[in-house]
């Protein structure tokens, strides 16, 4: 078979598809001018990567194509209607990477509040000796309120560090109730503005839709508290970036993490990268050595089950298998 991957798939997996596959491994490259990419594409019948773009352009130029394999859990960059339309199964790689996200995310949380980026820059120039004072003091993590937005299984796992680590109170909001949540971790779900005013961080953790697209914007910011942290572990996307570098500069809220920004990778000229009071991170949160590998090995064990007619282990729109097999 003529497998297109596309960054990121791990060497080894790649190898051990090698071995098996026609490969063709693409990297940087404007995927609609690059004439090897679009001529591969062509006789492609799987392809398996990051955040490739698959739209209907795309589509139209991949006639063989049988399954579309995500080295990621979000899958906002799969067309999924148009992939269905045309028989073609899409898969992602959920679970694996849970707790690896959580993870990150709480370190957004302790480096916003504690400002560790920015205290560590202050010691490596040499300026401990001449003037640490009160200016440099953080806010502190413990016993604060927690928002969470999106409480699927990432959401969950940030709750459980939140709430067992750092004795913080859980409010969260998501599009159903979560019993389990509400009873491990003490949370309380809220609507929307009611978390937003009253959470000293809100942590923003839902896949981009469309209903989520640009959720959090000037109005919400400014329904934040001023102390308020935000952070931001979903999709650009899902806020509208300019009024988060708005409300940062304006005192609205007091700081932000994030690992993810409207346009990846981020423009050198984006605001947020000269804010003293943001930490930024370039869509990390999934990326230890030991996840990124586990994504890989799922992502083409999806993508051989989908390439031999069986049913992929995580496909995202079984209606195509319905039809094909
Ligand atoms: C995911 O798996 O969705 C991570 O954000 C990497 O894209």
């Known amino acids: 078979m003529k497998i297109l991957a596309y960054e990121r798939v791990e060497k080894p997996v790649l190898d051990a598809l090698k071995e098996k596959h026609d490969v063709r491994f693409f990297k940087n490259i404007d995927t609609k001018q690059d004439k090897e990419f679009i001529e591969f594409l062509s006789e492609a019948d799987g392809i398996i990567g990051l955040a490739l773009d698959v739209n209907k352009e795309l589509l139209e130029k991949a006639p063989k194509l049988k399954v579309v394999s995500n080295v990621s859990v979000g899958y906002n960059n799969l067309d999924i209607p148009e992939l269905t339309k045309r028989n073609i199964m899409a898969t992602n790689t959920p679970g694996i990477l849970t707790d690896t996200v959580a993870d990150m995310a709480f370190g957004l949380i302790l480096s916003t509040a504690r400002r560790i980026p920015e205290l560590d820059q202050f ?12 200016e440099h003091y953080g806010t502190d993590v413990h016993h604060k309120k927690l928002g969470i937005i999106g409480m699927g299984r990432i959401g969950n796992a940030i709750a459980k560090r939140a709430h ?62 001023k102390s308020g942290i935000f952070i931001n572990a979903s999709r650009g996307g899902t806020i509208v970036e300019q009024d988060l570098i708005d409300a940062l500069k304006n005192g609205d809220i007091l700081a932000a993490g994030v690992d993810v920004f409207e346009q990846e990778p981020v423009d050198s000229n984006n605001e947020l990268l000269k804010l003293k009071n943001t930490v930024t991170l370039p869509h990390i949160g999934s990326s230890s050595y030991e996840t990124e590998l586990k994504m890989s090995q799922l992502a083409a064990e999806n993508l051989e089950a989908g390439l031999s007619g069986r049913k992929p282990p995580n496909l995202i729109n079984p209606e195509v298998r319905a039809k094909k097999i």
Not at 123 to 134: A, F, M, R
Not at 205 to 223: A, N, S, V, W, Y
Request: charged share 30%; glycine share 6%.
């Open 123 to 134: 010691v490596k120039n040499g300026h401990w000796t001449e003037s640490l004072t009160e």
């Open 164 to 225: 067992h680590g750092f004795d913080m109170e859980i409010i969260y909001h998501s599009r159903s109730r979560k019993p389990n949540v509400e009873k491990e971790y003490q949370a309380t779900y809220m609507d929307l503005d009611s978390l937003l005013q009253e959470s000293d961080f809100v942590c923003l953790i839902t896949p981009l839709t469309k209903e989520t697209e640009g959720m959090i914007g000037k109005r919400e910011f400014q329904l934040m508290k």
